[in-house]
């Protein structure tokens, strides 16, 4: 089962900012907390992964709370291209477990 | 650098036949995962394997299910005997090393059993 929680979706106008939130009040000192999107009939994509510290990248920014339980990521100025499903997943590095645990994600629809 | 590659895109087969879904590591990634996806639902983890091993199979159903990681060749999923439940999309990603790192993820392919 998926640790984290998301809203099942979410609405946006072109060019406007998007926060999409997850919670995940369970996470260990381990995890790290990646965000991928999927388009229709594609796979997913990587967006970003942080661990402590906001990060950001040329697709967009992630907020960590200072406790770890929620994040948030910031798409800046939404396109009609980001309009995807976007899961938020808790993995740990190294061990022997590679898999990554997708919940059911948030699905983002932008409005020209 | 071309991504993973899986093939084919579209698989149809009848109840009973079999199913081998084919998928291509990134060059220089020696890590594969399998995942099955099934309609308005998020990835479900099948199989984790390293060249020529299998690392976690937890995700697998017991019966009907193989997967296998090849010193040559791509990593494949086999579906012996298929029943409507198995139509859905599978999913392979490939990652450099053995830590979760990015995962990056192949087209899909989608089997549609009648």
């Known amino acids: 089962d998926a640790k984290t929680t998301q809203p099942n979706s979410m609405e946006s106008n072109e060019e406007e900012p998007v926060h999409l939130p997850c919670n995940h009040s369970?996470?260990?000192?381990?995890?790290?907390i990646h965000w991928y999107l999927q388009l229709p009939s594609q796979g997913p994509e990587y967006v970003i992964h942080?661990?402590?510290s906001n990060v950001n990248n040329r697709m967009a920014s992630l907020a960590i709370a200072e406790d770890r339980k929620s994040s948030t990521l910031i798409l800046h100025r939404a396109t009609l291209r980001d309009a995807a499903v976007y899961y938020c997943?808790?993995?740990?590095?190294?061990?022997?477990?590679?898999?990554?645990?997708f919940g059911k994600g948030t699905k983002l629809s932008v409005k020209p | 650098n071309a991504g993973v590659m899986q093939n084919p895109r579209h698989l149809v087969r009848r109840r009973g036949q079999e199913a081998r879904l084919r998928c291509s590591p990134m060059?220089?990634?020696?890590?594969v995962y399998w995942y099955r996806q099934l309609p308005e639902e998020g990835l479900k983890f099948m199989v984790y394997?390293?060249?020529?091993?299998?690392?976690?199979e937890s995700g697998m159903p017991k019966e009907r299910f193989s997967a296998e990681f090849p010193k040559e060749g791509p990593s494949i999923l086999r579906i012996q005997q298929v029943v409507r439940g198995d139509s859905a999309a599978y999913f392979c990603?490939?990652?450099?090393?053995?830590?979760?790192?990015?995962?990056?993820f192949g087209p899909g392919t989608r089997l549609l059993v009648l």
């Open positions: 060059k220089g990634h020696s890590h």
């Open positions: 942080g661990l402590t």
């Open positions: 990603a490939s990652s450099p090393s053995v830590r979760v790192e990015t995962q990056y």
């Open positions: 394997l390293q060249k020529e091993n299998i690392i976690d």
């Open positions: 997943i808790l993995a740990s590095y190294g061990g022997s477990q590679g898999n990554l645990i």
């Open positions: 369970t996470i260990s000192g381990t995890d790290y």
